[in-house]
Nanobody, 117 residues
Framework: QVQLVESGGGLVQAGGSLRLSCAAS????????MGWYRQAPGKQRELAAT???????NYADSVKGRFTISRDNAKNTVYLQMNSLKPEDTAVYYC???????????WGEGTQVTVSS
């Protein structure tokens, strides 16, 4: 069974930085996409950034130039470096894994990121 375990959330002042990590355990096909979605209070869950096992990245326009996604395929771990944080980045951040073989997706439980003004 695949599990995603997130870490690295917390409280930070505007302009600060945080680094999120997500480790995937279990057995799954090496061809996949991992990443982060986020959900602010009263809003729908939205894409923040994703990265494929081949290294292709995709970012939401709102985070481009501030967030950097990376991964360590040997550790099945994805990272999200968040710089120049803004209060509007406040949300629960969910780790995401899409396995291309069978197109099955998995979600972490989420980690809270709060940016104070």
């Amino acid at each position: 069974q695949v599990q995603l375990v997130e870490s690295g959330g917390g409280l930070v002042q505007a302009g600060g930085s945080l680094r999120l990590s997500c480790a995937a355990s279990g057995s799954f096909f090496s061809g996949n996409r991992m990443g982060w979605y986020r959900q602010a209070p009263g809003k729908q869950r939205e894409l923040a950034a994703t990265i494929t096992s081949g290294g292709s990245t995709n970012y939401a326009d709102s985070v481009k130039g501030r967030f950097t996604i990376s991964r360590d395929n040997a550790k099945n771990t994805v990272y999200l470096q968040m710089n120049s944080l803004k209060p509007e980045d406040t949300a629960v951040y969910y780790c995401y894994l899409l396995v291309f073989l069978g197109m099955k997706n998995y979600w972490g439980e989420g980690t809270q990121v709060t940016v104070s003004s």
